[in-house]
């Protein structure tokens, strides 16, 4: 217990009053023989016992009345030294959670807006003289202001301006925050409010550090809690959790086929709930459909298409309605669409007499899967040159390069024509800059001269150094091990069928050894563990090498369409899609770009129209870091003077880990995680918060009490004076 003027607790010294009345008065009189008092005498004795036990429980009595009314002008409460009273000035402070469950309507208003009510009514019923401090919290906490903590008029504008992020709900920086708030308060009574609708994630995710964290608070304020949900409605909801389309290369002049993929998340049914599809926000272009029911639990995927008419990255926005929260409602996806792919192949083994001899065969077809009549007319344009043809100008207009079979130079193999040191330099700048290439092993490759050419010697550009041949025996084929592809990767699909098994099926009977080090990543194995897909990163493009080769030379893999066809068209994905790669976060993570030119200034524009201040480039390479992003939607970071529509955009989508789960824990829950009983609190329920500061004060009942006591105390003393 505690007490708000524990000065006047002095006031109680006033017992000693009635004390010393009653034992050190004592009337002044002098002894008269008189002859009749001897008959007295008597009588006196027989009624003393009584008359001091009266007297002594009316001294107690008026000794109890003074120290009731010295207790009730110190105000005493029942949480503490500081805990507040009626008239007794605040420092609070609210916490609110904005992560997006709070945008759930379970009834007229949505959870976030019956915060702000309740928020407003304590604010109303504040005593004079209190500070006010308020900080959002999702995943991380915000400290809102008001910039003076006394200024309660910008406390009310800023409850009044909330918003909720796409974050997912944890309360522990939010109480980590406010105990460092209460430092910044000047009184002893503190109250930290929590406006939160008790999502069970909110709690679990670290629920040893919060009830530490509730422990320290409580020790130093008033914890209470207010419910902002209505426990006895569950929520409804179906969620958009991904958009997928074909493994190809989104390209103009197509309605691309996507799939919309809905999970109900929520314990009940939710029916006819509306999808729908759009790109760039044409809204005249969007395709919608209606879907008639889905069960709890149930991820049901709707089939819609996007009309592609423009190159360039393009945002994918799906959305859905019908359900009752709408923070996971809408998806936007970054897709880099193509109008043309450039393809060059550098022919190691060129063959003009017979084509299906020479290296470049089977990867030409498996990129072109078109009639011969329809190649002038397919998005994807390959050139195949011979090395001694390939000069650097070819690469200008390329976006993929393979190199197969093809020499390090004009050395390696008498005879055969290799690269020439201006392509190679030019290459390694090609990569460097966003292109992708891919190298394919076969008898001109000489390890060491690649090795000192296009490896650690020279431009550095293999994944690994190169080693010698391994061969073997067509009863002992080398098999590719599917099951070995590295998660994640592009490639991870061949983990499962129909990838696995005709890949698995494919025999080899000659691979390149190489050299495992940190410098690149091996994609997939051999069953026998040596490395077979590898692959780089270097600078903004990627390096694709294969131990094998990409003919029928060492095996027949090219000839297995299910495995090497797909391997194809996923790399060719791959690096044509690597415009998008980046560009779709989550909310709370950071968004990281290279930009051209590192001088300038750059500035973020989030999905609010809000812009922030991001400075230069910084580190090696030079990138633009943006870490302000708890909303969902489409992101721009803009340099110096640059028109929005020509800056580049990032998607973020909800963190759908707020709805994988959106049971709300019942007070008993909550104590039994904190260990404590909090004071707990309705949203929308205004007379109980105005009243909850009244109901921590016991003055009342304490002044209740002295009146019954005086009335006591009255009576008695009418008793004990009355003649018998």
Known sequence: MGFLSPWLLLGGLAVSVPLVLHFFYRARYRKLPWAAMTFLKQSIEQTSRRLRFQEFVLLLLRCAALLLLALALARPTFSGATAGGRGESVDAIFIFDTSYSMTARDGEKTRLERAKDAAATILDNLPGNSTIQIIGCADRAVELGPQSPRNLDQARQIVANLEPTALATDLLPGLTEAYAGLDRGAGTNKEVYVFTDMHKLGW???????????????????????RCGNPERPIRNVGITSITYPNDIPHTGTRMPCAVLLRNTGKESVRNVTVALEVDGKQQEKESETVPEIAPGQAFPVNLTAKLDAAGPRVLTATVTGDDLPGDNRLDRIVSVRETVRVVIVDGRPDFRDPKESAGHYVRNAILPVKSSDVDNYFIRVEAVPADEAGPALLGNCDVCFLLDVPASNADRPGIPGLSREFVDRLSEFVKSG?????????????????????????????????????????KPFKIAPETTDVPSYLERFQQEPFRTVTADADLSKVLNVKPAATGRVLMRLADQ?????????????????????????????????SFLSFIDMTLTHFSSKAARGANVTAGDPIVWTPLDATK?????????????????????PVVTASDTPLAGVYRILADNQDVKAAPQFCVSPNLSETDDLTDLTNSEVEQILGFKPVFL??????????????????????????????????WAWFCGKAW
Not at 602 to 621: I, W
Not at 694 to 711: N, Q, S
């Open 601 to 621: 200034n750059f500035d973020l524009m989030r999905p609010d129209g809000k812009r922030v201040k991001l400075g230069k480039a910084s580190g090696v390479p």
């Open 530 to 562: 040596k490395p077979f897909l590898c692959s780089r990163t270097v600078g903004d493009g990627e390096v694709i090498f294969i131990a094998g080769s990409m003919d029928d030379k060492w095996g027949n893999w090219p000839s297995k369409t299910g």
């Open 682 to 715: 309705e949203a929308g329920t205004p007379e109980g918060i105005a009243t909850e500061r009244a109901k921590r004060e016991w003055t009342v009942w304490v002044l209740l009490a002295l009146f019954a006591l005086a009335l006591g105390e009255s009576v």
């Open 204 to 226: 679990d995710r670290q629920s040893a550090a919060i009830r530490g964290k509730c422990e320290e608070l409580k020790q130093r304020a008033t914890l209470l809690l207010v």
């Open 435 to 475: 292109g992708g290439l891919i190298i394919g092993s076969g008898e001109n490759i000489v390890p060491a001269r690649y090795n000192q050419i296009l490896g650690s010697g020279g431009v550095n550009l293999l994944p690994f150094d190169l080693e010698g041949v391994s061969l073997t025996t067509p009863e």
